[in-house]
């Protein structure tokens, strides 16, 4: 089975840290996303990465940042973090040209 | 880009009856359309796929279909469960840079009442 593994299920910092999330994934999947989740918004696209040390903007980059050193890690990077990034985040991965993606169990993060 | 309608109101059935959870789109047909299911404060859970010349997919008490004349997919739970109440995700994909990202709807929550 495919695993998506990511740091932490909950997670609490305060305004104007920088704040890592880090997922892992085993099936040496090309491509890696990281989505935010807020009630009635869904899910929305921050960044993702093609393969290793690329990276694209998705819908909302604002105010995040990504890096892809190694294929099966894909670092989420919150230089300062806002009240406004309280959130849900996900991380998903699949293989290149193929479309089913597989999430890991999501990092709640409260920026307070 | 796509804009995905799912029923913002949740779905209360009983427990027995058929669900059937329905994903407008707006724009071009996808060559691909998806459904997930996501439990709460869990990720999504790929359940089906269905191509752009496929009308009806099956899995199992799963069915999906995909007409691209009205822009739409609808998604069959039959026999349903207290167990198979969830949020159901729809997405489509868009071929960008040699694979797929999805966009994804905002999801129907299914309550199965028993």
């Known amino acids: 089975d495919v695993k998506v593994t990511q740091s932490s299920r909950y997670l609490v910092k305060r305004t104007g840290e920088k704040v890592f999330l880090e997922c892992v994934q085993d099936m040496d999947h090309e491509n890696m996303f990281w989505y935010r989740q807020d009630p009635g918004l869904g899910l929305r696209l921050i960044y993702f990465s093609y393969d290793v040390k690329m990276k694209e903007k998705g819908d909302i980059p604002e105010g995040y940042s990504v890096s892809r050193e190694k294929k099966e890690r894909f670092s989420l990077i919150l230089e300062s973090a806002s009240t406004n990034q309280t959130s849900m985040y996900l991380c998903a991965s699949k293989q290149l040209a193929k479309n089913i993606q597989y999430f890991g169990a999501g990092t709640r993060l409260s920026v307070l | 880009s796509q804009k995905i309608e799912q029923n913002s109101e949740a779905l209360n059935i009983q427990e027995g009856k058929t669900a059937t959870l329905t994903c407008n789109y707006t724009?071009?047909?996808?060559?691909?359309l998806q459904w997930y299911r996501q439990d709460p404060g869990r990720g999504p859970v790929f359940l089906l796929l269905?191509?752009?010349?496929?009308k009806e997919k099956r899995k199992e008490r799963l069915k999906v279909t995909f007409d691209t004349t009205l822009k739409q997919s609808l998604f069959h739970i039959t026999a349903s469960q207290p167990a198979d109440s969830a949020t159901y995700l729809c997405?489509?994909?868009?071929?960008?840079?040699?694979?797929?990202?999805?966009?994804f709807g905002r999801g129907t929550s299914l309550i199965v009442h028993p």
């Open positions: 724009n071009y047909s996808p060559a691909y």
């Open positions: 997405a489509l994909d868009e071929a960008s840079g040699g694979s797929y990202i999805p966009t």
């Open positions: 269905i191509r752009e010349n496929e």
